[in-house]
């Protein structure tokens, strides 16, 4: 055995979660996209609404830890999932479900990567002169900002806004903060939709899930990302007159 392998076995062993997250991710997509579906919910809503009206404790528990699932694993089905959670719960106290949820699954997948490659790749940027140093130092900065605009902004994929903090050293207070209340008004939009999905079965429709970008949903939200640049345009001014 080399003197190298008790290093590299300890490697091996950091990357181990997000090794086994991304394998099952892979398998998830092609495997789990038809299980975790609108046609599934919509075949099975019966069942799930026997179960919340005889067990409602166990049903509230189940589903979190379903949608945790989904999330630290990035599985197709989290937009099913808040919907799911609306239909079961209402909108409220189901956005709560699925923020909850969401969050704790997130913070799974942060803690993971973190763990795995975000430690060691916080130590080399913050060590480097060049500009990897520079990225490291802007964006401690302007972390809350940044935060919040990458779940705010619809656009960006639930798993790159989990995966990229763990990489640059966002602490974790800040990173279940920030997703927690940064994930809130999308989540609202879509458990209020899943609250109305009754109307939407016994019509034998699908809901419309781009909701969020008609402009009495989208222009909210483009004013939550407007306030949550604003701390960097300000600083961006400031240096501007002092330069």
């Known amino acids: 055995m080399t003197e190298h392998s008790p290093f590299a076995a ?4 950091r990357r181990l979660p ?3 997250v991304l394998v099952v991710a892979l398998a998830g997509a092609f495997i789990l996209r038809d299980v975790l579906s609108f ?4 075949e099975n809503r019966a069942a799930l609404l026997a179960l919340r009206d005889a067990h409602y404790l166990l049903a509230v528990a189940g589903f979190i830890v379903v949608y945790v699932v989904i999330v630290a694993f990035s599985l197709p ?5 808040t919907l799911t959670g609306g239909f079961l719960f209402a909108t409220f106290p189901g956005v709560l479900y699925n923020v909850i949820g969401a969050t704790i699954g997130a913070t799974l997948l942060f803690l993971i990567a973190r763990w795995g490659l975000g430690e060691r790749l916080v130590a080399r940027m913050e060590a480097s002169q060049g500009r990897a140093g520079r990225i490291k130092a802007a964006i401690d900065e302007n972390q809350w900002s940044a935060l919040f605009l990458i779940r705010l902004v619809p656009a960006v994929p639930f798993f790159v806004a989990n995966l990229l903090p763990a990489l640059v050293g966002v602490p974790l207070h800040r990173f279940v903060i920030s997703t927690f209340l940064g994930i809130l008004p999308g989540a609202l939009v879509y458990t209020a939709l899943g609250a109305g999905l009754g109307e939407v079965f016994a019509r034998g429709a699908r809901p419309d899930l781009g909701i969020i970008f008609e ?3 989208l222009l909210p939200l483009v004013g939550l990302c407007a306030l949550a640049a604003l701390p960097v345009a300000v600083k961006v001014l ?3 007159r002092v330069a």
């Open 18 to 20: 997000l090794i086994v």
């Open 238 to 240: 400031r240096k501007g």
């Open 10 to 13: 300890r490697l091996l062993l």
């Open 215 to 217: 402009p009495p949903v």
């Open 39 to 42: 046609e599934a919910l919509a």
């Open 77 to 81: 089905g989290a937009t099913v999932a």
